[in-house]
Structure formats: C-alpha cells, structure tokens
C-alpha cells in the first residue's frame, strides 16, 4: 500500500537553530498538509499546499515556517529558528483529491528542542 | 466553545460489546466528517469518512452524521482488543481546506 514517508523520524536541535522535515506524499495524490501534535495534545493544522502554492495557513504558521516542493516529489517543512515550543510530532499528509477524501498521514517527524 | 467536540474518555468496552464514540461540531459550512484512529506514538490512520446524512456502513465500523444536530459519530460492533486506540473526529468545511480534529477520544477494549 502506498505510503507516505517522512524524515527524519526524530530530530534534536538546538533553540535558534533551523530545521527542515522533509516528506515524500503518494505520488499521485494533489494535496498536501503538515500538521503538528504537541504531546498529549490535539493535532493541529499547519498548512496546505496545492499546485505548488500554500491554499490555506493557520496563525501557528508564522515568519518562522515555510514550505516548498522543490523538485515534484519532496515536500519540506521548514522552522528557520527554533523555539522551545516548536517540539512536538509533525506530520505531513496527502490526498488524492479534495472534498470527502480524508489524508493519508506519514509516519511523523519527533523535533525535540532543547 | 470548541469547534469539533468529543467524549472526554477514557472509554472502556469488553471484547465483543459495541463502542460508540461521539462528535460535535460548531461550524454549520463543514461539508465532510472523518474519523482517524491513532495508535499511542503512531500517526492517525483514517478508517471512515462521509458526507452525507444519515449511515455509513464499512465492515465493523459504522459513521452516522447528523447535520441539522451538528453530529457525528462512529460505531465499532464486536470490538477487539486491537481496536483500542484514539479516535479522532475531524471536520472539513471546505473542499481543498484544513481538516479541524478534535482532542479524541480514548477506547479500551478488554479482552
């Protein structure tokens, strides 16, 4: 069954520094999203991205995220200077199509600031 | 008020009984409802999905959605062991948008 995969599986940064997560959706699918979920928490809407520009952002998207799809498969997510509350799980997802197709979820990225 | 609302949990079953698991929302223009389970350290996996009032049947699980009620839930008939999980509920309003999940909730299924 197609998958999506994310890397790395669990990072350690230092607070100030840059990260990227990185993600590989199913190929065939138009629609991507990163989520976070900060342990013991609800998962929450990042961002989602369509024909190689961001459709929708929520307010924890701030100057600090940025996605891209830099070369037709890789979707990245990245956190230009880390804050103590940026560690939490991330997920990317994809969907084939929008409306009722609900997302197929990778298997997350743990970032853990210290 | 929060948008998408679940039961507080934790909720326990025995092997074999039915788990009923419930959701509201506050948003009147969401047009698809989802259902993911989320294994403890694991990321969600969607189990149901609809859009329409009225049932949603697929295999062992069952969506009903109420929309003048603002409702949704999930039936799991003969639960097992291996069903015991999260559930999230999340909602969508528009086609392309955010999905909106809830803070879950917690089903034990003892054997």
């Known amino acids: 069954e197609p998958e999506v995969t994310q890397t790395p599986s669990h990072q350690v940064t230092q607070m100030g520094q840059e990260v990227i997560l990185r993600c590989v959706p199913i190929?065939?699918?138009?629609?991507f999203y990163w989520y976070r979920q900060i342990l013991g928490q609800k998962v929450e809407f990042l961002v989602s991205f369509y024909n190689n520009e961001i459709s929708e952002k929520s307010e924890i998207f701030d100057d600090q995220f940025s996605v891209e799809r830099p070369d037709g498969s890789n979707f990245t997510l990245k956190i230009r200077s880390t804050k103590l509350e940026d560690s939490a799980m991330y997920f990317c997802?994809?969907?084939?199509?929008?409306?009722?197709?609900?997302?197929?979820f990778g298997s997350g990225t743990r970032l853990t600031v210290v | 008020q929060k948008e998408v609302e679940q039961n507080s949990g934790p909720l326990s079953v025995p092997e074999g009984a039915i788990a009923s698991l419930n959701c509201t929302y506050s948003d009147r223009g969401s047009q698809s409802f989802f259902w993911y389970r989320q294994y403890s350290g694991k990321s969600p996996e969607l189990i149901m999905s609809i859009y329409s009032n009225g049932d949603k049947e697929d295999g062992r699980f069952t969506a009903q959605l109420n929309k003048a009620s603002q409702y949704v839930s999930l039936l799991i008939r003969d639960s097992q062991p291996s069903d015991s999980a999260t559930y999230l509920c999340a909602v969508r309003r528009t086609n392309a948008g955010k999905s909106t999940f809830g803070d879950g909730t917690t089903l034990t299924v003892k054997p």
């Open positions: 997802a994809s969907s084939v199509q929008a409306g009722s197709y609900g997302y197929t």
């Open positions: 190929s065939n699918h138009l629609y």
